[in-house]
């Protein structure tokens, strides 16, 4: 076995940088791909500015809701500065809180509560405005509640306490309903949504990593070549054997500094599960890549059927569109395509037994000498 990773450091020095670049690929490239969707997303907010006139608990929330919106990147300007960079385009547009916003939400007031602004190429004003009017509504649903709680009580609770009490009671309900998320980056994923596309995205980049990498059994197959293994006290099935377990060991090693990575990188929580799924899904694209390459003699061919193949896993992975509803409606996706026992860390895939049988047998009928 020494002899065989001797051989093989020999001739991987030879193409040092390719070979390096598509073994640390899965990382790398998808270090790069998530920073890249991260700042296209933070690019991608539409500018928006909210003036307080006034500091209240209630001035506060509103300003604090308009901040969670996902879509939208908030600045806290005055009403001075806010207009001028309206002007220049700088901002998409302004809302101003005015003065006696609270005091006015109190009385029961809807009316003069807000001053919104904007240009000829503001397109998020109408829906931040919707919002907002949405929202000033709620708080004046709670003054008309406390109102009621303070007749009914005879002022035995405050304004405080009603309004905190209501907040508790609408945050259960909104536990209980469903809520809907796009499996998309851009958006607003969840950290269990932004894992997953991590993993999708590392999946496919070990898969163009690892088929590419497969190459050697082909270039190692040419005439001039074939002659040397009548030499050596391997069979050409056991060279084949000892080089792709060192291959798959290599892979596995990409996997634990991929899991260390996104570790210090993205909080990625480091699981049994997950190390052994990954270790898995490696060995079935090493098995597969191996059977492939044993098909072909023409390493360009390989190359543009490993492509054609990696479009179609692309594709079907759900990393570009959504692929739930499709998984849930034919299940049998999930038990051919090998990034999904991955993203779902489960301990087994069939697929590792229909690719080791194959493996198993076409090194059986492959006869050079």
Excluded at 116 to 145: C, D, R, W
Excluded at 244 to 269: D, P, Q, R, W
Excluded at 313 to 339: E, K
Aim: proline share 3%.
């Amino acid at each position: 076995m020494i002899s065989i990773i001797k051989s093989r450091w020999i001739l991987w020095k030879k193409h040092w940088l390719a070979n390096s670049l598509f073994l640390f690929l899965p990382v790398v490239a998808t270090i790069i791909t998530m920073t890249l969707f991260t700042n296209i997303q933070e690019d991608s907010k539409v500018p928006i500015a909210i003036v307080k006139k006034e500091d209240s608990p209630m001035a506060d929330s509103l300003y604090e809701a308009a901040a969670d919106l996902p879509y939208i990147r908030l600045f806290n300007l005055s009403e001075k500065e806010a207009l001028i960079k309206l002007e220049r385009h700088e901002l998409d547009s302004v809302f101003v809180i005015d003065s006696g916003f609270a005091e006015k939400i109190k009385s029961g007031a809807r009316n003069r509560l807000i001053t919104g602004y904007s240009n000829h190429g503001s397109f998020a004003y109408t829906p931040i405005k919707e919002m907002l009017v949405s929202y000033v509504q709620t708080l004046t649903a709670q003054a008309k509640t406390y109102y009621t709680v303070d007749q009914m009580a005879g002022g035995k609770w405050t304004w405080e306490e009603v309004t905190e009490k209501i907040s508790d009671i609408q945050t259960e309900q909104q536990l209980l309903e469903t809520t809907f998320h796009l499996n998309s980056i851009a958006g607003n994923a969840t950290n269990e949504e932004r894992n997953r596309n991590l993993w999708e995205i590392w999946g496919y980049f070990m898969f163009i990593s690892i088929f590419f990498l497969f190459d050697w059994q082909i270039k190692e197959k040419k005439t001039a070549i074939l002659s040397r293994y009548a030499m050596m006290k391997y069979s050409y099935q056991q060279y084949v054997f000892f080089h792709t377990a060192v291959y798959t060991f290599m892979f596995v090693s990409i996997c634990l500094l991929s899991a260390a990575m996104f570790h210090m990188l993205y909080e990625e929580k480091i699981t049994f599960s997950l190390l052994w799924s990954m270790v898995m899904y490696t060995i079935t694209l090493s098995l597969a890549a191996s059977i492939l390459s044993a098909v072909y003699r023409s390493v360009y061919v390989y190359y543009w059927t490993v492509l054609l193949i990696s479009g179609v896993y692309l594709i079907t992975s759900g990393v570009i569109i959504p692929t739930d509803g499709i998984v849930s409606a034919y299940p049998v996706i999930s038990l051919v395509h090998p990034v999904y026992p991955l993203v779902q860390e489960k301990y087994f895939h069939p697929l590792v037994i229909l690719f080791l049988g194959l493996f198993l047998v076409t090194q059986r009928k492959q006869k050079y000498f």
